[in-house]
């Protein structure tokens, strides 16, 4: 068993900046990818940055650019920079990771609950 837990939502203007961080916890035994995920009322739920074991990265095109993705693999976290945020941020935030724990032989997808960001003036 694998947990999730987001910090560092709320409300910020328009060109601010927030930092998200993600800590997981369990059984862990490998983690292959952690990330986050975004979803606005009304829309799908979509892929915001990822980073893998070995440090590469991956980036949705609306935030390129803008948001950065780093992980302590110490900690078993990893964090969100957003800079120069845009009303079309908003959204709910959600942690993501793909790792295998001490119950099972195989790899499984693992939630967090999900951090509020408003972008807003």
């Known amino acids: 068993q694998v947990q999730l837990v987001e910090s560092g939502g709320g409300l910020v203007q328009p060109g601010g900046s927030l930092r998200l961080s993600c800590a997981a916890s369990?059984?862990?035994?490998?983690?292959?990818?952690m990330g986050w995920y975004r979803q606005a009322p009304g829309k799908q739920r979509e892929l915001v940055a990822r980073?893998?074991?070995?440090?590469?990265?991956n980036y949705a095109d609306p935030v390129q650019g803008r948001f950065t993705i780093s992980k302590d693999d110490a900690k078993n976290t990893v964090f969100l920079q957003m800079n120069s945020l845009k009303p079309e941020d908003t959204a709910v935030y959600y942690c993501?990771?793909?790792?295998?724990?001490?119950?099972?032989?195989?790899?499984?997808?693992?939630w967090g609950q999900g951090t509020q960001v408003t972008v807003s003036s």
């Open positions: 993501h990771a793909v790792a295998s724990y001490s119950g099972s032989n195989r790899f499984a997808s693992w």
């Open positions: 369990g059984s862990i035994i490998t983690v292959n990818r």
């Open positions: 980073i893998f074991s070995g440090g590469n990265t």
